[in-house]
């Protein structure tokens, strides 16, 4: 009676809503089998998965999905009409087993494991195999040979190893008993099964045998007793439907019945198998407010590892929390006698910890026991004498155990007995007179204060038997009251925060005016935890903390952890926590802490219009809103919602969908790895993840960092952690989420981004490597270049040395040739006329001979000078006309004598011509005689010197040859250099 059941189809994300078989894998996801493709669930979507034509490894080999079975926690095991598909949950590929592979039918119809957990197949008209290291064994066993019944296999049980129970789909159930190797079959004998059709058989924890079938439902123990049971009217007779279409049992001995037209079914087992026990059945037929199934047929049923129920139908999957609900919902359409008169709220009493007053919006008085559902109704329309005077209740206040005040909207206060229903009526004017009311509230001394709307403040007079009004306060808009020291204090609607001293009628204002952050006159509720701490829900402004000693106020909002900024309710608890009710939600906050948690995430919890709040002194919260009535046990949180895991479920590289195999980023499922690496240029990633919370996850949030990248959390509701441009280095990517209960969930993946090859260790190592060698290279190079400068500089030196030298032998020289010329040229000029006066030819013979020599010793001192005018650049070109032909022929003619006495022949070739050219004839003597007398100086004895004149169109050509040594090669190049030798 306490589940809650839940619907998830297609418009969800279920690729079909006609649902086969569901299976949960060993890291928490849910796998659905549809008409249209196999799904994995994980809370928040599906992962649809379909034929793949392009790649046979992506998708199953066919859309209709029979059966699902786990293989060793890491393979799927797919029976499909196209063959067996095995899933590979590690790699994510798929493989197709068919009739080629040595299956008997590609039509897989059945799938069950051993106890040595080897798989075992049943294919529609094939038969049955084994299936071991993707190889078949048949059994040996068909129809023709009269082992089985029919060929047609439905479903297929084992029990122990020796035992095989097989369904069939025209021709009952039969029994393969294994011995020594050997198979034998028989039908099992059981009049209600011959020719049914069995749609599953199922070993309970106890080992009976349980059979769905399309008569009923039957039992085989292990003794071989039976029972079956059928179509009844009454649960306590029987089944809701005959045509049962899946069966699974729990820990706590209830099997659960799948039936085609009846909905489910809840049995206890031991009521049906122990003699002289009433039948305990509970029939769930289809309504819409998840008091039960959604759809009358139930095809498959799978209870996870956190005792969820799933529940296969027509229409989706359906839902339900066997170890109940943390929030239990109580409304006007719930299934008898769980149902109050209306499903707006507006007030809550706790009379008992088993007893709850609800008042409604409209409806009236329900006095609500939470163990028995039974409802006790007061309203306007009662029919006793003095009933409630209105219907709409706002505020409720017990009074002793037989009374109740309740203020209602413009009907002003009535003063009930619930056991006999009449109510004594106060306060029934107008507005002004306080018919509208709003809040109750006993102080210490037992004085009964009401809050009014536009009213003002009113209390009761045990003299007058009546309330009289405050007239030392406004006609206000009370909302609510509370007490400490002597002091009310009042929430008001457009007055602020009111502190009210009865004894003298004295009153603080505080307001938005006076009290700096307060930011608002209007609230709706408040609760005072100590002299300096008094907590105020306001409209739009979030939850505000006043210390009316300081007069300061902290502010919080929805960018603190609020579910919404107006708040209709608080109610403090243990001193340490206040629940929240907000237009949006449910929250408690932490005082010691500050932080908020928010409960709207919880399946089955208000999350719209929140009102009135209160609790039993046994911890339970009650929460009003315009969803009903619900009843919060926190201490049941924990242990009603599992364990939770994050787990990382898909990898993104720039964009692109990673799947598992060689040279990737994946060499697995990313479900199965604990670190990560990338290449440099992968640094651009999305890492999407889960925490598994069922049914539904969608209202979780995510935080993640990705360390040594960002020190900050970031939160996301989507699952998804994106980074871009991650450097390269290590990291660690960090998720966390928070458990219903508040407790945080952690989950972890080591990320390492490779840097490029010019960036690794080895780079580096060579990279100092070739430092240290240009750093040698460039010291050698500058040595060398040293050396070479210094040498250089050396030479240079010697050069100058050299040319110092020179120039003082040119300077001594030249000294020395002036010194020369001047006697010498008195010695030409009295020698001239020497020569002239003389008669005797003997003397003018011996004074020419003397003149020719002076003036060839005069010219050789003038050559002299020339060449030290041409050293320091003074030398001047003297250009006139001669006949070139006929001054070589002379020039050579004067080294005849030495020619002759090294009996060397001079040949000429000169040409004959009368052609006169201009050039400096003295400045070519001289390169003429240098050229002759070296000639002479290097030809061998008895030798020859050719002396050649070529006159060209453009230019003169003297050649001067000898046959002697002549000039070694590597010595050509100093031919222009002085004094070399």
Known sequence: SDLYFYQINSSDGLSNNVINDITQDSLGFLWIATYDGLNRYDGMQFLKFRKNIADEKTGVSNNYIQELQLLDNNRLLIATDAGLN???????????????????????????????????????????????????????????????????ISSIAAQGDSILWVGTYDKGLNKITREQGIYTSEVVDIPQLKNATVYQVYIDRAQNLWGATNRGLVVITPTGNYKFLSKENTSTSGLSDSDILSIVDDQQGNLFVGTRYGGLNILNKRSLLTENIPLDIQWYQPTSDGASVFDRSVTSL????????????????????????????????????????????????VKSNTQVWVGTDGEGLDLYDLNTGKLKTFSSSSTSANPLSGNSILALLPDGDEHIWVGTYQKGLNYLNHKTGESTYFLQGSQQDGNDVRTLFRSKNGTLWVGTNRGGLFKYDDSLEDFIYVSDLEKLDIRDIEEHDGYLWLATFGSGLIRYNPSDGSAIYYNSDNIKNLNTNIFFTLEIVDDSTILLGTRYNGLKIFDPKNETVKSYSENDGLSNNT????????????????????????????????????????????????????????????????????????????????????????????????????????????????????????????????????????????????????????????????????????????????????????????????????????????????????????????????????????????HELNEERLRFFTAFSHELKTPLTLILAPLDNLITDANNRSLKKQLNIINRNAKKLSAAINKLLEFRKSEEGLSRLNLSDHNLSANLKKWVKNYAPLAIDKNITIRTFIEESEQRYLFDIEKLKVIINNLLSNAIKYCDDDGSIEVHLYINKYTLDIAVSDNGAGIAPQELEEIFSWYYR
């Open 86 to 152: 095995i899933y590979d949950l590690t790699t994510e590929t798929f493989k197709v087993l068919t009739t080629t592979e040595g299956l008997l039918n590609n039509s897989v119809s059945a799938l069950t494991l051993n106890e040595q957990q080897q798989p075992i197949i049943g294919t529609y008209r094939g038969g049955i195999q084994y299936l071991s290291s993707l190889a078949f064994e048949t059994i040996g066993l068909s129809k023709d040979g009269e082992a089985l019944s029919s060929n047609e």
């Open 302 to 349: 799978f209870i996870d590892k956190d005792q969820g129920l799933w529940i296969g139908t027509p229409t989706g999957l359906n839902y339900t929390n066997l170890k109940g609900e943390f929030a239990k919902t109580i409304s006007e359409n719930g299934s008898y006698p769980y149902a109050i008169s209306d499903d707006r709220v507006s007030a809550i009493a």
């Open 567 to 802: 708040i209709n309710s608080l109610l403090l608890q243990q001193d340490q926590f206040v629940w929240i009710g907000t237009y949006t939600g449910i929250d408690r906050f932490d005082l010691k802490n500050n932080v908020f948690k928010n409960f709207t995430a919880l399946r089955n919890v208000q999350n719209e219009g929140v009102g009135p709040i209160a609790s039993t002194t046994d911890g339970k919260v009650f929460v009003g809103g315009l969803k009903g009535l619900q009843v919060i046990d926190v201490s049941e949180l924990e242990r009603l919602e599992g364990d939770q895991n994050i787990v990382f479920k898909q990898l993104n590289v720039l964009n692109k969908v990673i799947t598992p195999e060689e040279n990737s980023v994946l060499q697995k499922a990313i479900t199965y790895q604990d670190a990560l690496e990338f290449d440099y240029f992968q640094n651009a990633f999305s890492i999407h993840f889960t925490a598994l919370k069922y049914p539904l996850g969608n209202t979780l949030s995510y935080s993640y960092k990705l360390e040594n990248y960002n020190d900050f959390w970031i939160d996301t509701q989507e699952g998804i952690a994106n980074f871009t441009g991650v450097p390269p280095g290590d990291y660690i990517l960090k998720v966390k989420t928070e458990s219903s209960s508040g407790k945080e969930i952690l989950k972890t993946l080591a990320i390492t981004v490779h840097p490029p090859f010019w960036k690794t260790p080895l780079a580096y190592v060579i990279y100092i490597l070739a430092l240290v060698l240009i750093i040698y290279l460039i010291s050698r190079y500058f040595s060398e270049r040293l050396k070479l400068k210094n040498r250089l500089i050396l030479e240079q030196q010697q050069r100058q040395l050299e």
